[in-house]
């Protein structure tokens, strides 16, 4: 199972995700990713800290997330993933696509310009 608590803070919006992040424990975060633009997010960090376990599926779903974000010109980051999931998130090669930070503070001081 899957926690999600929400934060915001200006234009981001933070999304606290707790448990194993899997495509069938994902239901429902596409859409708080997808519909950020239009309440006015710019920028929506996916904090990892509590991620357990993530399975190529669940990776599948951050790239599937990438190409259909990439028209709403809203910028996702994951920050503070442990070892082993930063590990597999990088053979799935997912920072070519999102950018993986260490802190919430460094993905916000590094945010790229969307213009």
Known sequence: ????????HHST????????FTHDTTTGIQAKILGAK????????????????IDVRGIGELLFWYHNR???FVQVSIV???TLIWNQLDLGHVSEFVQI?????EATWNKVSLA
């Open 1 to 8: 199972m899957l926690q999600v608590r929400e934060r915001q």
């Open 13 to 20: 919006k933070v999304l606290t995700l707790t448990g194993q």
């Open 38 to 53: 239009e309440v006015g997010y710019q920028h929506v960090i996916l904090d990892f800290s509590g991620i357990s376990e």
């Open 70 to 72: 990439k028209p709403n």
């Open 80 to 82: 503070n993933p442990p």
């Open 101 to 105: 930070f260490a802190s919430q503070e």
